[in-house]
T-cell receptor, first 114, second 114 residues
Framework: GENVEQHPSTLSVQEGDSAVIKCTYS??????FPWYKQELGKGPQLIID?????GEKKDQRIAVTLNKTAKHFSLHITETQPEDSAVYFC?????????????FGRGTSLIVHP | DAGVIQSPRHEVTEMGQEVTLRCKPI?????LFWYRQTMMRGLELLIY????????DSGMPEDRFSAKMPNASFSTLKIQPSEPRDSAVYFC????????????FGEGSRLTVL
């Protein structure tokens, strides 16, 4: 199956700074890489995703990059705000029994200090 | 659409008791997942269904855990007998076209076994 490593486990930044979270995956057949944000007391919600035929994708203050050769992908948040404080999960999909199944990283707790 | 609905949101029980967690997926989604979230292990996939059929239950920790999906709009995760180490937040998620699409998570059921 797939193995997804995520770093760092905790990230503390000042409001306005940038935050970067990195993930690596093991299955070269993985082709879809979503990022989820989990706020306190809630379930994870998709915030951005990238497919294997794209190297970078941007949506306002968040961007994702993908390096398929090195099998790593990253989430970049610019101009961080206190409301960005949450746990962020990366995921990679792998093929299992005919279906594509997401495997999640361990999560990064982002704290943005006002 | 109301999203994925889980119940109960919180459950406190004593060791040895039976626990049943319930999930109603989003209408039209043909995949349903049960995840367990703990500080130590992050988001662990327990089992997933495709068109109400269990596909992979290799993540179910032991025989005390069982899951069913009698129809497209309802699934249960049962723990019998429960143990303190089962304390965690259990998430249900649904989706379709997983290699290109998102998972929708419920708000989770927080289980505490005393």
């Amino acid at each position: 199956g797939e193995n997804v490593e995520q770093h760092p486990s905790t990230l503390s930044v000042q409001e306005g700074d940038s935050a970067v979270i990195k993930c690596t995956y093991s299955d070269s057949a993985s082709n879809y890489f979503p990022w989820y944000k989990q706020e306190l007391g809630k379930g994870p919600q998709l915030i951005i995703d990238i497919r294997s035929n794209v190297g970078e994708k941007k949506d306002q203050r968040i961007a994702v990059t993908l390096n398929k050769t090195a099998k790593h992908f990253s989430l970049h948040i610019t101009e961080t705000q206190p409301e960005d404080s949450a746990v962020y999960f990366c995921a990679a999909t792998f093929r299992s029994g005919g279906s594509y199944i997401p495997t999640f990283g361990r999560g990064t707790s982002l704290i943005v200090h006002p | 659409d109301a999203g994925v609905i889980q119940s109960p949101r919180h459950e406190v029980t004593e060791m040895g008791q039976e626990v049943t967690l319930r999930c109603k997926p989003i209408s039209g989604h043909d995949y349903l997942f049960w995840y367990r979230q703990t500080m130590m292990r992050g988001l662990e996939l327990l089992i997933y269904f495709n068109n109400n059929v269990p596909i992979d239950d290799s993540g179910m920790p032991e025989d005390r855990f069982s899951a069913k999906m009698p129809n497209a709009s309802f699934s249960t995760l049962k723990i019998q007998p429960s143990e303190p180490r089962d304390s965690a937040v259990y998430f249900c998620a649904s989706g379709r076209q997983l290699n290109t699409g998102e998972l929708f998570f419920g708000e989770g059921s927080r289980l505490t076994v005393l």
